[in-house]
Nanobody, 129 residues
Framework: QEQLAESGGGLVQPGGSLRLSCSAS????????IGWFRQAPGKEREGVSC????????YYADSVKGRFTISGDNAKKTVYLQMNNLKPEDTAVYFC??????????????????????RGQGTQVTVSA
């Protein structure tokens, strides 16, 4: 079955760290860009970070720049999101999906959108003292 699955969420204190994983099964990531989104109650969905296996670009939203790092392992068919110095406002359900850039150019140079090809179920991240 072709799918994406997230793992690694949990409860962490402010200033702590978590590493999320997005693993693909049934397909390879070579031709895709994978983006992380987050959705908090009452807030709009936000594109957090993106990585492209085809053109090697990455992108970070201003809200996470300098704190989050995205990486990918094509052999393991997994994308990682290392989240450091977490803040209460990072609390949300995080999910990964295949994405496309919302403007012409590299896959991950700016805002992006879900292609609706593959999308995980999400993992809860809660940052609280």
């Amino acid at each position: 079955q072709e799918q994406l699955a997230e793992s690694g969420g949990g409860l962490v204190q402010p200033g702590g760290s978590l590493r999320l994983s997005c693993s693909a099964s049934g397909f390879t990531l070579d031709a895709y860009a994978i983006g992380w989104f987050r959705q908090a109650p009452g807030k709009e969905r936000e594109g957090v970070s993106c990585i492209s296996f085809s053109d090697k670009t990455t992108y970070y939203a201003d809200s996470v720049k300098g704190r989050f790092t995205i990486s990918g392992d094509n052999a393991k068919k997994t994308v990682y999101l290392q989240m450091n110095n977490l803040k209460p406002e990072d609390t949300a359900v995080y999910f990964c999906a295949t994405v496309l850039s919302s403007s012409p150019g590299p896959d991950c140079s700016g805002t992006y959108h879900d292609t609706h090809d593959y999308r995980g179920q999400g993992t809860q991240v809660t940052v609280s003292a």
